[in-house]
């Protein structure tokens, strides 16, 4: 089981002219979301609009036709209907004028059979159709408006879709329904005025505030991008003084107890020859024990403060490190070959890595043999050193999280090896046991 670690440079790392590109990025970024933001308002605008003007002119067709029936149409064809002379003649001419000035274009009254009682068309008249869903409502009592989408031609040749409205009509004993067309051209108009009173405001209002955030957001992105350049000053300064105490307390373990301790180690060597034989193996003992504590002090000065480990000293160093795994038993196969000039960080890191992974093989794998692998690489396209740490033993464990494993410091030395633009792979070694895999570009930042 594999799990890879990759990701961006941290912000510290980054020059000054590379975060000045990014957040000039984020801020078109915002620019052209706001842009993509007034445009769909307005296409929303705009078909809202038009759904306004439908629904209105739908009510308001409904309301005319419902008031033509009741107050124009009704007393006149209930008269015509009772046998009044003249009654259809008078109906007739009503009807004309009102599909003369053009506020309806067809008018028809029908019974709940389907049978047209009168009609603006007198061939129309006396004959029986299915009757209509909008029919059978109307003659239920309530209004109904549709919208036609069959066009009509009219008198000078032009087609136009029509407002279709079903009205209740009631007469002296019978229920009629009320069937008027309106010209369509209303909705149009309505569309046509609402929009020009919604997208001034709508949009009006969006042009306004995106006038007053963009200046906030350049001040915000320049705020910010002054604090990132003072965290990063900052990390460097933490840094370097990290580095200078480490160096000095390097140099204190180097000048007292190393020093101390291998004067008593030739003291004791000399006084070796001085003492009975049977003395001599304890004298010897105590020479190994006080070297073995002089090379463990050494490698202690090497991890809290790393030489210039760039060119063949890393491997060197690496090897140094591997000798906790000699010392258990384990046989460590070293294969590194000559590497290019490297940034001190990037030497430090894989030294660190390396030494990380060899300390997990000691505490957890249970391994047999170990295998250390440096060469030169590529990572995309530029220069880099490829680590490669494998044992034989018993793997990585199911579990992909470190730190709830307890390998917080493999887990922080990922994440070093990715802030240097490197990557780092956790995987089995074929054939068993764990393989590590960490690439290190030679120059982060170029």
């Known amino acids: 089981m594999s799990a890879d670690a990759t990701g ?34 307005s296409a929303g605008t705009v078909w809202l609009s038009e759904r306004i003007a439908r629904d209105n002119a739908l009510a308001e067709a409904e309301r005319a036709a419902t008031r033509l029936a009741q107050l124009v149409v009704g007393p006149v064809l209930a ?27 067809r008018i028809v009254v029908w019974r709940a059979t389907g049978e047209v009682v009168y009609a603006s068309e007198p061939e129309l008249r006396g004959r029986v159709f299915p009757p209509s869903e909008g029919l059978l ?14 066009p009509e031609t009219d008198a000078d040749g032009q087609q136009s879709a029509l407002l279709e409205v079903y009205a209740p009509l009631d007469l002296p004993g019978q229920q009629l ?30 042009v306004v505030l995106q006038v007053v955030q963009i200046p906030i957001a350049t001040s ?26 480490r ?19 030739y003291a004791l060597s000399a006084l ?41 000293g890393l491997g060197v160093a690496i090897s140094d490190s591997a000798e906790p795994l000699r010392a258990a038993g384990v046989e460590v196969l070293m294969d590194a070959a000559p590497l290019p000039e490297m940034t001190p960080d990037a030497a430090a890191v894989l030294y660190r890595t390396a030494k990380e992974a060899l300390a997990n093989v000691v505490h957890h794998a249970k391994a047999e043999r170990a295998w250390i ?53 956790l995987g089995e070694r074929p054939g068993g046991g764990a393989l590590l895999t960490a690439v290190v570009p030679l120059r982060h930042g170029q």
């Open 272 to 312: 070796r020859g001085s003492l009975p034989e049977e003395r001599q193996p304890t004298v010897d003992k105590l020479v190994g024990a006080v070297r073995h504590a002089v090379q463990s002090l050494r490698r202690l000065m090497v991890d809290i403060y790393p030489p210039d480990l760039s060119g063949p």
């Open 137 to 150: 409502t109307a003659i239920g009592g309530t209004a109904v408006a549709d919208v036609d989408e069959a």
């Open 177 to 206: 329904a009320f069937e008027a067309y309106f010209s369509y051209d209303s909705i149009e108009r309505q569309a046509t005025r609402l929009r020009g009173e919604i997208i001034p405001m709508a949009i009006g209002a969006l």
């Open 247 to 265: 160096r000095a307390i390097a140099a204190d373990v180097h000048d007292g107890p190393v020093q101390d301790l291998a004067g008593v180690s």
């Open 373 to 425: 692998t440096l060469e030169e690489t590529e990572l995309k396209g530029a220069r880099a050193v490829r680590l490669e740490v494998a044992d034989d033993g018993i793997g990585f464990p199911v579990s992909t999280d470190k730190r709830a494993e307890g390998h917080l410091g493999l887990s922080l030395l990922c994440d070093r090896v990715v802030d240097l633009g490197g990557t780092v792979t």
């Open 79 to 105: 008269d015509a209907l009772a046998g009044r002379p003249g009654g259809f003649d008078e109906l007739d001419r009503i009807v004309r004028d009102r599909l003369t000035d053009g506020s309806v274009s």
């Open 8 to 41: 961006p440079s941290s912000p510290g790392s980054l020059p000054s002219a590379r975060r000045r590109t990014a957040w000039g990025r984020e801020l078109a970024a915002f620019c052209a979301v706001a842009l993509l933001v007034l445009l769909a308002v």
């Open 220 to 245: 915000l992105a320049r705020r910010v991008r002054r604090q990132e350049a003072e965290r990063a000053e900052l990390m460097a300064r933490t840094v370097t003084a990290s580095d200078r105490e």
